[in-house]
């Protein structure tokens, strides 16, 4: 398994690529946020590509933790009676899945509506705790999310989703992204520098970070050379 890359070693890395004039040219703290914000778009441009490298899977009874600096109880996204909104972890992006873990609740679904959706309007108009079968859930705001009907009985979950990263601040700190990607995260940090220089080569520094993505994921064994028709977890839900 390749080592992770510092933020130390991938200011190093785009330094050379820079081929400063004079020496430090570009301070440490111009390159570590040309270096976020190139993992923040390595990280988009995964995304879209819908692979699953950026997921991460939590238990509601992990117990305390403290995610992207801020301290979080896991139990806070059980499903407790009579309650309708749960926190989500504060790196939440996007749910990909949501299973109960409680004896004899496993066949328990739940599937994805949006708050204006009529079933979903329905349920919320109803106010008794219903023994769990199917709950419908919206996703509000940043990390917020609502179930309807409310339930009767509390459940643990576990839940899969799509997380953000915590910025890299200090030398010693990680890119947390799967190799080779972090060429790509030094290609687009360079490109970033060259712009603000105003330098015709941020074209190509950022073409050859486009390529590294292509060239990952064009015949990557995630990826089939077949093309697939697959429903997705979140619409796979016809009605009642």
Do not use: C
């Not at 990607?181 to 941020?202: C, G, K, W």
């Amino acid at each position: 398994m390749a080592e992770l890359k510092t933020l130390t070693v991938l200011r190093t890395d785009v330094r050379d690529f820079l081929d400063e004039a004079s020496a430090s040219f570009w301070s440490n703290a111009q390159l570590n946020r040309y270096i976020n914000r190139a993992a923040d778009r390595v990280w988009a441009r995964v995304r879209a590509l819908n692979d699953e490298y950026f997921t991460i899977t939590r238990d509601s009874t992990d117990g305390a933790l403290t995610i992207l600096g801020e301290s979080y109880t896991a139990s806070s996204f059980a499903i407790v009676a009579g309650t309708r909104d749960y926190s989500l972890p504060p790196d939440f992006e996007e749910m990909k899945a949501i299973e109960v873990l409680t004896d004899n609740y496993e066949d328990v679904r739940f599937v994805y509506r949006d708050l204006s959706d009529p079933d979903m309007r329905a349920l919320l108009e109803i106010t008794d705790n219903q023994t769990p079968s199917t709950f419908l859930f919206s996703l509000i705001g940043t990390r917020t999310m609502r179930i309807a009907p409310l339930s009767d009985t509390a459940l643990d979950l576990r839940l899969t989703y799509v997380r953000r990263f915590a910025e890299m601040t200090t030398d010693t700190d990680t890119l947390t992204m799967p190799h080779p990607l972090y060429l790509a995260v030094e290609n687009y940090a360079t490109a970033f520098a060259l712009r603000q220089d105003r330098s015709p080569d941020a074209v190509t520094f950022a073409q050859d970070g486009d390529k590294v993505i292509a060239e990952m994921f064009g015949g990557h064994h995630r990826q089939s050379q077949d093309p697939e028709n697959v429903v997705g977890y979140l619409a796979d839900w016809t009605g009642w």
